[in-house]
């Protein structure tokens, strides 16, 4: 059974950065792109990035083109998303899904101004 775990989430300042980090156990997903989303309280769920099987390919939400990368390492069956520049606006739940149906958990993150 295909696991998903989100990691690297907290409480940071406007300006700082993270990394969230999605591992998957169980299963190989090399052949999988992986997706990031997020849902902030009261909003719908978002796509934010996106990288396919064999990382060649890269997807961004507009706001996020810039400050945000996604890479993957297949080796170790995880995706990353470096986030910089963080702002306030960013705060949402996280969350990583492996093609079309398999989603993690996620994990908080949260900007102060």
């Known amino acids: 059974q295909v696991q998903l775990v989100e990691s690297g989430g907290g409480l940071v300042q406007a300006g700082a950065s993270l990394r969230l980090s999605c591992a998957a156990s169980g299963r190989t997903f090399n052949a999988y792109s992986v997706g990031w989303f997020r849902q902030a309280p009261g909003n719908e769920r978002e796509f934010v990035a996106a990288?396919?099987?064999?990382?060649?390919?890269?997807y961004f939400l507009d706001s996020v083109k810039g400050r945000f990368t996604i890479s993957r390492d297949n080796a170790k069956h995880t995706v990353y998303l470096q986030m910089n520049s963080l702002k306030p606006e960013d705060t949402a739940v996280y969350y990583c899904?492996?093609?079309?149906?398999?989603w993690g958990k996620g994990t908080l993150v949260t900007v102060s101004p």
């Open positions: 899904r492996m093609g079309l149906l398999m």
């Open positions: 990288v396919g099987w064999n990382g060649s390919r890269r």
